[in-house]
């Protein structure tokens, strides 16, 4: 017996596949984009892996469901509700080009952090002519205009910090630290308390440089918030004072003892300073070595 398939039953089986290859291609953009919101990168990246004839696609309903259960990087889970359906996809993340793009979106003037830049992948032609390739160029620098979440970090969009603040008679643009807290008369500074701003116009002449060491200042008076530091409310800060209790490490020969000593009087980095050991009672010479750190003489 000869089995022939008539035209009507080829023009079906066409239609079918015709109806395959474009649930396939639609599934696999939408898995491509999901894959890239998972990833951080973009969906040109993403080769979803959909060829093979033996997986048919239902005609969902609603759209699939994307998800990746086993966060390899390799695996794609689709969900149809009506008719219920489950089928895993492989998928492959495809070499990128890296680049810094900011979490958040940032005002003029925010001195860059860390925590406000992620890395992604890009295609070679997605990356910006300008994109920031090395971090630690740009951190703590200020942006010169507002940013969006998302954006690339580009190194136009930081101002160079002179140190000496140096600019053209007082007018023009500055680079200043403000207090983002009170910063009570007497207390020590800390980098956490300010955020660099761009000062436009005319500036107090006394500003603090931009490469501060804060730690070696203390406020001579109330520091409000938003006021800029100058060097007029602040005087150098003792790195010890008189009374304050440190810990000092002794050795003798294979022993290590550590005591605590309360120096006699302030004193800065590289003095050598009295001081009684808590414990015995006995007087010792120490020497300042950072803030808060002596050491035996």
Not at 56 to 84: H, M, W, Y
Not at 269 to 293: C, F, H, M, P
Request: aromatic share 4%; with cysteine; proline share 6%.
């Amino acid at each position: 017996m000869v089995l022939s398939i008539g035209p009507g039953a080829a023009a079906a089986k066409d239609a079918a596949e015709a109806d395959q290859e474009q649930l396939k291609r639609e599934a696999s953009e939408q898995i491509a984009s999901a894959a890239a919101a998972m990833y951080d990168t973009e969906p040109e990246l993403v080769e979803v892996r959909l060829g093979d004839r033996r997986l048919v696609l239902p005609n969902c309903a609603e759209a699939l469901q994307v998800t990746f259960p086993f966060n390899d990087r390799a695996t794609a889970q689709l969900d149809c509700t009506k008719p219920s359906w489950r089928g895993f996809v492989q998928i492959r993340l495809t070499a990128g080009s890296p680049i810094f793009v900011y979490q958040d979106a940032r005002p003029e003037g925010h001195a860059l952090l860390r925590s406000d830049v992620k890395r992604v992948y890009v295609s070679e032609a997605a990356v910006p002519k300008k994109a920031v390739l090395i971090l630690e160029d740009v951190l703590d620098k200020p942006l010169l205009s507002s940013v969006g979440s998302g954006e690339p970090v580009q190194e136009d969009h930081f101002g160079v910090i002179p140190p000496s603040n140096e600019t053209d008679g007082g007018e023009g643009v500055k680079f200043g630290w403000t207090a983002t807290i009170l910063i009570p008369r007497g207390n020590r500074l800390t980098k956490n308390s300010f955020r660099q701003e761009i000062l436009r116009g005319r500036t107090p002449t006394d500003l603090i440089p931009t490469d501060v060491e804060f730690e070696l200042l203390e406020a001579t008076r109330n520091i409000m918030p938003g006021e800029v530091l100058r060097q007029s409310a602040v005087k150098l800060a003792a790195a010890v004072k008189k009374g304050q209790e440190l810990p000092i490490t002794i050795v003798k020969g294979a022993l290590t003892v550590t005591n605590t000593v309360r120096v006699l009087q302030d004193a800065a980095i590289g003095e050598t300073i009295d001081a009684i050991n808590v414990e015995s009672g006995r007087n010792l010479k120490v020497k300042v070595v950072g803030i808060g750190q002596v050491e035996l003489m």
